[in-house]
């Protein structure tokens, strides 16, 4: 009987199979095989014609970057300008961070060592200088006035562009 049982559940399972099998399946492969042989044309669109490039010439590179702020204009003073007094001393020696542009010096940490607060300041190229205040750096005559945990504070002396010069106070701070 179990033979019976057997061949009983192996009647649908082979109707089943035989079901999944095409009639049509050697048409097909004939139908392939031909394609392989003879892909046929196949039509794309021509490209389109690469643009023609024309340079603009930029005749302002030497001009004031629209990035950076103006100088500042300040008031008119009896006199016709800034204050006649105030001009930097070109007499004094520079410092090393005086030969750099303030955009060009970054602030990597402060410190204090006997209660003195102390800048670490790195120049474009790559060493690092520690300023006090009263120290000088930028190209501006930037001289630091406070150095906090987070910032270092300058005063720049600056043209007016009216042949006198004016204070623009400053501030680095450490990026975070």
């Known amino acids: 009987m179990t033979h019976w049982l057997t061949r009983a559940a192996l009647v649908p399972l082979l109707l089943t199979l035989g079901a999944c099998s095409d009639a049509n399946l050697?048409?097909?492969?004939?139908?392939?095989?031909?394609?392989r042989v003879d892909p046929g044309?196949?039509?794309?669109?021509?490209?389109?014609?690469?643009?023609?490039?024309?340079?603009?010439?930029y005749d302002y590179a030497d001009e004031r970057s629209p990035f950076q702020a103006r100088l500042p204009e300040p008031e008119e003073l009896p006199g016709g300008g800034a204050d006649s007094d105030l001009s930097p001393d070109e007499s004094r020696p520079k410092e090393p961070l005086e030969?750099?542009?303030l955009s060009q010096l970054e602030l990597v940490g402060t410190l204090t060592v006997d209660g003195q607060p102390?800048?670490?300041?790195?120049?474009?190229?790559?060493?690092?200088?520690?300023?006090?205040?009263?120290?000088h750096m930028g190209s501006d005559f930037g001289r630091i006035i406070g150095?906090?945990?987070?910032?270092v504070q300058l005063v720049e002396i600056v043209p007016t562009g009216r042949g006198g010069w004016t204070e623009r106070g400053t501030r680095l701070t450490l990026d975070d």
């Open 26 to 35: 050697p048409e097909l492969e004939r139908e392939l095989e031909a394609m």
């Open 41 to 57: 044309q196949v039509d794309l669109e021509p490209v389109p014609p690469m643009p023609t490039y024309t340079s603009v010439s």
């Open 99 to 101: 030969a750099y542009d």
């Open 118 to 135: 102390s800048a670490l300041i790195q120049a474009p190229d790559g060493k690092v200088h520690r300023l006090r205040i009263g120290n």
């Open 147 to 151: 150095i906090t945990d987070t910032s």
